[in-house]
């Protein structure tokens, strides 16, 4: 760890760098993350409920699967929100790099920020997790801890040539895969349903995937004695969806490929590089999808497995292509405003969307009255309340962007 710590020489601080007249934007990764927040924010058209309405009908019925994360393997749109918002860390990181060294800012006072920025970030997610709760609800698997977690590395990476960056890469999800594979399987009494998982569970893999089965794998042991040491309202045994503590670690993995396509961004610029995307974005997927069909890892977003690592990375580079062919090589710049608003401000996005979505549909039901969203029946009525919050979480974003009020941790 000490080698890592000097990717300046001593001699170098502070370090100064001539600055270019100003570090450009990147609009298309404004966009991008604007897109990943309001597919967020788009929880509250509840289109499972919609679709439960409307039974046998394809529309509502694809509608609600990309609305939802899948069982166990596989992937929804849905589930491509929190490893593009990861992925998306690693890509703003030369930028911010760049911008901070323009204005001066030395290595260690930058890391100073790194350390600080990733413990804000965990602290922020445990309490949005607590919201509901008697006291603390000490749990990492919220999409913001994550990223904390593991931001101070990806940080150092940030300084150091690309063969340490995909050096890391590889030893992490190298590393997590083997730690899970030498950890051993559940034996065939295995109470499943003490830990959370159904009896008529569907998703169980024998052989080697065994391995990362539900609540029955190396993270879930780990969480089982880590979130017990912590004060809790009651012991923990299981989370109901299977999310991990560990799963920061291939998580960091996304977030280098995000590194790596920043890093591509800025150096090519102003010529963008959609081909090394594309041929990125094909890698990781087929990659994935091997390890996945091979039975040596399944695609698993729920416990961020290493093939689920490379599957949505590749998925993530795919749309970054699209978003930068279309806003900054075609410059079809308009059409994107609306996202560019909510991207500018992810982190004010993510709050109001967990804060006040119960304050804007009591505000509707008290001043419009409870039935104000059954003027097209019941079955849309969760759509077009939702369409309604989902138009206020937006105006206050763009009054926030009008103001220029952004929220920076």
Request: glycine share 10%; with cysteine; charged share 10%.
């Amino acid at each position: 760890m000490h080698t890592v710590l000097t990717p300046l020489p001593a001699a170098q601080e502070p370090v100064r760098v001539q600055p270019p007249a100003a570090v450009a934007r990147n609009v298309a990764m404004d966009a991008y993350r604007g897109f990943v927040m309001l597919l967020m924010m788009a929880e509250v058209l509840r289109l499972s409920r919609v679709a439960q309405a409307f039974p046998g009908n394809w529309f509502w019925g694809v509608l609600a699967f990309n609305q939802s994360h899948v069982e166990w393997a596989g992937c929804s749109l849905h589930d491509l929100i929190q490893p593009s918002f990861s992925f998306l860390v690693g890509v703003a990181l030369p930028y911010s790099i760049a911008s901070r060294l323009a204005k001066g800012g030395t290595f260690w006072k930058m890391f100073g920020h790194a350390l600080w920025r990733g413990l804000l970030l965990a602290a922020l997610g445990i309490f949005l997790r607590s919201m509901h709760g008697t006291q603390t609800n000490f749990t990492f698997e919220d999409t913001l801890t994550q990223i904390g977690l593991g931001y101070p590395v990806l940080f150092l990476l940030g300084f150091r040539p690309p063969r340490w960056q995909w050096t890391a890469l590889a030893v992490i999800l190298t590393g997590y895969w083997l730690a899970w594979a030498l950890y051993p399987v559940a034996g065939a009494g295995f109470d499943y349903r003490a830990v959370g998982v159904p009896a008529d569970w569907q998703h169980h893999y024998t052989g080697l995937a065994a391995h990362w089965n539900k609540n029955s794998n190396l993270g879930s042991a780990f969480d089982q004695w880590f979130l017990n040491v912590l004060p809790r309202a009651k012991p923990f045994v299981a989370n109901r969806g299977g999310y991990l503590t560990l799963s920061f670690i291939p998580t960091l993995g996304t977030m280098i490929l995000g590194l790596a396509a920043g890093r591509w961004l800025r150096a090519d610029a102003p010529r963008l590089p959609i081909r090394r995307l594309l041929i990125a974005g094909a890698i990781g997927v087929a990659a994935g999808l091997l390890l996945h069909v091979a039975g040596i890892c399944p695609v698993v977003k729920r416990i961020w497995t290493p093939s689920w690592t490379l599957f949505s990375g590749g998925a993530c580079f795919l749309l970054l292509a699209a978003f930068s062919w279309v806003v900054d090589g075609k410059g079809y710049r308009k059409w994107a405003f609306p996202l560019v608003v909510i991207g500018m401000n992810s982190i004010a996005a993510y709050m109001i969307a967990h804060l006040f979505e119960r304050f804007f549909s009591d505000s509707f039901r008290i001043h419009l009255g409870a039935k104000a969203f059954q003027f097209l029946g019941a079955g849309l009525e969760p759509l077009l309340q939702g369409a309604a919050v989902l138009l206020m979480y937006w105006l206050t974003l763009l009054w926030m962007y009008r103001r220029k009020i952004f929220l920076r941790i």
